[in-house]
């Protein structure tokens, strides 16, 4: 297994000015990582020329560019929302093919919303999850749909299934499967019947302990799970706690990561 980062890992010091992107890339080229997760929300433009410089910090940094993560909102009961988001979505995929990422990371939506609107909502949400898979089709990307939003591992699995596409995989959140944040038998459960289909593996933080560990999940459990699997992706960090210091919470997560591998 390899090891990445996500930019929302970093979200506050973005968002405070205290990094931008390309700064960001500065901080997993010191922590040795050996990729990163563009997350959508951190790019100050698309345009191109953008684009350009930041394929060529990645590279001149060592960091391969795991992946590029769009988000989505395909449960909604708004049907021109949801063509908007696979548009979004579309355009995402677009910014990876340049950047040369072979994964996008997108959301369905919410498992409460999917529930509530039954067997009409569910059609809706599969024709536009085949529409995405099209698109990473068209252009040799994996789609990556993430445990967002309090979905479970039975919609997703069900969704993976009457969607039958070779360009849809999973990027499987440790810790969003409900009751999210909480460390519970059953998300092991869910973990494992998604672990086959994961192309990356989102490694939630949240109570970080002085060696890097997490004091609530159980991360030898965990890559255990991910070696059954056979699983030999990234693991990238996704820092979801409330110590200010990111920077210094994240180097510690890191440095506990490589002992995994």
Not at 90 to 108: I, S, Y
Not at 141 to 170: C, I, K, W
Request: include cysteine; glycine fraction near 6%.
């Amino acid at each position: 297994m390899k090891t990445s980062c996500s930019s929302w890992s970093h979200h506050r010091a973005i968002k405070a000015g205290r990094l931008d992107q390309m700064s960001w890339l500065d901080q997993c080229a010191r922590l040795d990582l050996d990729g990163v997760e563009l997350l959508c929300n951190h790019f100050p433009t698309r345009d191109r020329e953008y684009l350009v410089q930041l394929k060529k910090a990645c590279t001149d940094r060592h960091l391969v560019i795991a992946m590029v993560s769009a988000a989505g909102h395909l449960t909604t009961a708004d049907d021109a929302k949801r063509a908007a988001d696979v548009e979004e979505i579309r355009q995402w995929a677009d910014a990876a093919v340049f950047l040369g990422a072979p994964m996008v990371r997108f959301f369905c939506g919410s498992g409460q919303e999917l529930d509530a609107g039954g067997p009409a909502l569910y059609e809706k949400v599969r024709q536009a999850m085949v529409q995405v898979c099209r698109i990473g089709a068209e252009r040799g990307v994996v789609m990556a749909l993430e445990n967002h939003g309090g979905t479970t591992a039975e919609q997703l699995l069900s969704l993976h299934r009457d969607v039958d596409s070779p360009y849809l995989r999973f990027t499987l959140d440790t810790g969003n499967f409900p009751p999210t944040s909480k460390a519970t038998e059953e998300k092991y459960g869910q973990i494992a019947r998604c672990a086959p289909h994961a192309s990356i593996v989102h490694a939630k933080f949240f109570n970080v302990n002085e060696d890097g560990s997490d004091a609530d999940f159980d991360w030898l459990r965990i890559a255990g799970i991910l070696r059954a699997a056979k699983f030999r992706g990234f693991l990238s960090i996704e820092y979801e706690g409330q110590d200010p210091d990111e920077v210094a919470v994240v180097r510690r997560i890191a440095r506990f990561l490589k002992t995994l591998r």
